[in-house]
């Protein structure tokens, strides 16, 4: 079965500092990856997906990026983090070269910057 | 733009009662919808799914309901439970090009399930 991993669950960072926050998937192959931000009490807002290895779009400009460096890890990175920058950070994944097909989330990230 | 919203942002329930969130969605391309549930400080859980070419889905205690004249989204729940209680999204998908690949979401909505 397919499963993904998030990590950390809470993070405190100061404004300025990087930021590296991780995400894989086992159990299949060639997956869209995403990464979705959620403010409190708010819907989410897609930052980016991956369709395939080095493979990026971006939804909206913003401090953060995305990199994935392998076909089942996904990672969102900051040079510097805004205050702005904190929330609730979900990575999601769905099987690649498909279409409607739902996504599975992760257990997600809190990300305080303060 | 486009974009997915929900009527009622809370709804408070009594246990064993119906109900019944909805979702009007604005993007008449949009052929996939699915409805999550999200606990406090959980990822969304899928719950059920509908494709365009149906109007009705049911699963366990969930119907999901299509009206594609009017782009409304329903999610009902039967004999409502204390373990509902949580913020439900809709959430669409459209069929060509970018949009394939993008899972877009409403505001959520609130269910309180009260003892």
């Known amino acids: 079965s397919q499963t993904i991993h998030q990590w950390p669950a809470t993070l405190v960072q100061p404004v300025g500092s990087p930021l590296s926050l991780e995400c894989t998937v086992e159990?299949?192959?060639?997956?869209?990856l995403y990464w979705y931000r959620q403010a409190a009490g708010r819907g989410l807002q897609l930052l980016f997906y991956?369709?395939?290895?080095?493979?990026i779009s971006s939804e909206v400009p913003q401090n953060l990026s995305a990199s994935r460096p392998q076909d089942r890890q996904f990672i969102l990175s900051s040079k510097k983090l805004l205050l702005s920058d904190s929330g609730f950070y979900l990575c999601?994944?769905?099987?690649?070269?498909?279409?409607?097909?739902?996504?599975?989330f992760g257990s997600g990230t809190q990300l305080s910057v303060l | 733009g486009e974009s997915v919203g929900l009527h009622l942002p809370t709804l408070s329930v009594q246990e064993g009662d119906n109900s019944i969130i909805n979702c009007a969605y604005s993007?008449?391309?949009?052929?996939?919808f699915i409805w999550y549930k999200q606990e406090s400080g959980k990822g969304p859980q899928f719950i059920i799914d509908?494709?365009?070419?149906?109007d009705k889905r049911q699963g366990q205690r969930v119907t999901v309901l299509l009206n594609k004249t009017v782009k409304h989204l329903s999610l009902q729940i039967a004999a409502t439970q204390p373990g509902d209680s949580a913020v439900y999204f809709c959430?669409?998908?459209?069929?060509?090009?970018?949009?394939?690949?993008?899972?877009?979401f409403g505001k959520g909505t609130l269910l309180t399930v009260n003892p």
């Open positions: 993007n008449s391309a949009s052929d996939y």
């Open positions: 509908i494709r365009s070419n149906m």
């Open positions: 991956s369709v395939g290895i080095g493979q």
């Open positions: 999601a994944w769905r099987s690649g070269g498909t279409t409607n097909e739902k996504l599975f």
């Open positions: 959430a669409e998908m459209g069929n060509s090009g970018g949009s394939n690949y993008k899972l877009t």
């Open positions: 159990g299949t192959s060639n997956p869209n």
